[in-house]
């Protein structure tokens, strides 16, 4: 048979690594599949590390970035860009992922052009519309659009059929975020011999910080910002890292605040093999990001979610997360607690993620091969309740 065209169209770091381990995947069955990657490039330096990560050449590569760009720049730019390279390629269907501006824009050029679209993390809602903004909206439109919808988890799968979306178009499949963890811990990576190196020999404890959403800039952000001055006060043994997005106006808030402060290290975000093993060390992370709450759990490492809402509860209920809010007080108090009471700090590390077991990737394929009629049976689907759920800070000896 000829194989079948797919697409992956994405912009961002987070998008390239979840859609990664689906590349290797759908490069893995090359007589099935002819996988081709279209990137936005939404973001610039963030997304290349990416690309480096997985090996992907793209086919098309927009370059949309701009400086200081605004949500309509992204999405007028990606979608009469995504348009043409459809035009171009003539895939047979389009993968895209989450819920950012390049997902909504990419979903909605295939729909002009009548091309399927599968949506990878699909169903994640905190049912706030400015909250992630403008996240929350892009994944609800993104879904409009779909036509075959990868959950990771049996929640989202729920939230997707409680908006009419058929059963089944929908995967359970876990997050492939989780696939492309395990294969990072694989190759055993280290801080020795890169910019953090000098992370391996701080004493003490270290709290890893990373903040960036558009909805926690000003007030909020200040917040934050003052807990994590009265955390270090409280405990001397504590030294933070954070590496400051690139989003000008979270560099500008993350320098003024916390430029100066005594025990916090800014640094720029490292590539994802330098970041796996810090999270690793860390001994607390605290976040307004997605995709830690998925990773950091299945590291051992307990998440507070900075953040008035999140759209991944697993990880609280399971207890491997905490939604903390933007109110210092609040903050201070759940930090306190972790990093003054034993058996408080270990219960959330031992708790694990609920988000996948790694195999995401290969689900999604043979979702895909379904849909295809390739296969005559639906595929097996992830359920986080058959004790495959991921620890692979304790599986890896990490
Ligand atoms: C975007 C996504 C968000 C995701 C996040 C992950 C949207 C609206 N938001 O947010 O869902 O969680 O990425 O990082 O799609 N910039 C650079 N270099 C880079 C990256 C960004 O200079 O490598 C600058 C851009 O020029 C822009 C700003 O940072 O001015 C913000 O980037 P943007 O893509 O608009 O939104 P993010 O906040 O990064």
């Known amino acids: 048979m000829t194989p079948i065209p797919i697409a992956l169209i994405f912009g961002t770091r987070p998008e390239a690594i979840k859609l990664g381990p689906v590349w290797s995947s759908l490069c893995q069955r090359p007589e099935v599949f002819l996988p081709q990657v279209i990137v936005t490039a939404q973001h610039r330096e963030m997304l290349d590390q990416m690309l480096a990560v997985f090996n992907i050449t793209p086919t098309v590569d ?32 389009v993968l895209v992922q989450g819920d950012t501006t390049t997902t909504f824009a990419a979903s909605l050029a295939a729909f002009y052009q009548k091309i399927p679209i599968g949506h990878v993390e699909a169903g994640l809602r905190t049912a706030d519309k400015f909250s992630p903004f403008p996240e929350e909206i892009n994944r609800r439109l993104t879904s409009v659009l779909a036509d075959i919808h990868f959950a990771a988890t049996p929640r989202a799968r729920d939230n997707l059929q409680a908006e009419g979306i058929p059963s089944e178009a929908i995967f359970v499949t876990g997050n492939p975020v989780l696939d492309a963890l395990r294969t990072i811990l694989t190759q055993k990576p280290t801080l020795a011999g890169t910019e953090l190196e000098w992370v391996e020999e701080l004493p003490g404890r270290l709290l890893l910080v990373t903040l960036h959403r558009r909805e926690n800039l000003g007030e909020p952000f200040a917040h934050i910002c003052a807990a994590l001055k009265q955390i270090l006060q409280a405990h001397p043994d504590v030294t ?113 993620s609920p988000f996948g077991d790694g195999h995401a990737a290969l689900r999604i394929c043979e979702a895909l091969e379904y849909f295809f009629e390739l296969r005559s049976q639906r595929p097996s689907e992830f359920n986080p309740s058959s004790g495959n759920r991921s620890q692979e800070g304790t599986e890896d000896g990490q």
């Open 240 to 352: 933070i890292i954070y590496p400051v997005h690139p989003n000008p106006e979270v560099r500008e808030a993350a320098y003024n605040l916390l430029g100066d402060v005594e025990r916090v290290i800014l640094c720029e975000p490292p590539d994802y093999l330098v970041f796996v093993p810090l999270m690793a060390r860390a001994d607390l992370i605290i976040t307004d990001s997605g995709g830690i709450q998925e990773e950091a759990p299945a590291l051992g490492v307990p998440v507070l979610v900075a953040r008035e809402t999140t759209e991944r509860p697993e990880a609280i209920e399971v207890g491997a997360a905490r939604l903390v809010g933007t109110d210092t007080n609040n903050i201070i108090a759940e930090a306190n607690r972790l990093l003054t009471i034993p058996s408080a700090y270990a219960k959330m590390s031992r708790a694990g």
């Open 62 to 93: 927009l370059d949309i970035m701009q400086p200081a760009q605004s949500l309509s720049d992204i999405t007028t730019n990606a979608l009469i860009g995504v348009q043409q390279a459809l035009a171009q390629l003539q895939p047979a269907l």
